[in-house]
């Protein structure tokens, strides 16, 4: 399956900001629901926020007001908007796409990329400083 392609991340300072994308080829991204999750230590991934097909946006509570997810149909990507960064969100993201009504709150990473998301990005990894 042709591969979700994250950029952006990086290190930043305690309430800087920063942006994820991740591109899509070869499928279009609107047809499916999208999620970001993130690693923050062992083998779990956390929800951090999901699009669904409807145009549902769901944030996880720690997140909420910093954290914008979007679509761009026309470059056909999916981006994260983080701002007031904390050190607590300091982990490796994922972009992911697929059939999913009910995106898992938290489940191992490896489980969400083999059986509930069809395309699976690389993680990429945000550091916040104190």
């Known amino acids: 399956d042709a591969p979700l392609v994250p950029s952006g991340g990086g290190s930043v300072q305690t309430g800087g900001s920063l942006r994820l994308s991740c591109t899509a080829s070869?499928?279009?991204?609107?047809?499916?629901?999208m999620a970001w999750y993130r690693q923050v230590r062992g083998d779990d991934c956390e929800l951090v926020s999901s699009?669904?097909?409807?145009?549902?946006?769901y944030y996880r509570e720690p997140v909420q007001g910093r954290f914008t997810a979007s679509h761009d149909k026309a470059k056909n990507t999916m981006n994260l908007e983080i701002v007031r960064a904390k050190p607590e969100d300091t982990a490796a993201y994922y972009c992911?796409?697929?059939?999913?009504?009910?995106?898992?709150?938290?489940?191992?990473?490896?489980?969400?990329?083999?059986?509930?998301?069809?395309?699976w990005g690389q993680g990429t990894q945000v550091t916040v400083s104190s």
């Open positions: 699009i669904g097909r409807n145009g549902r946006i």
């Open positions: 070869g499928y279009t991204l609107a047809d499916w629901d």
């Open positions: 992911a796409a697929g059939s999913v009504r009910d995106s898992p709150a938290t489940a191992p990473c490896q489980s969400l990329q083999l059986y509930e998301y069809r395309f």
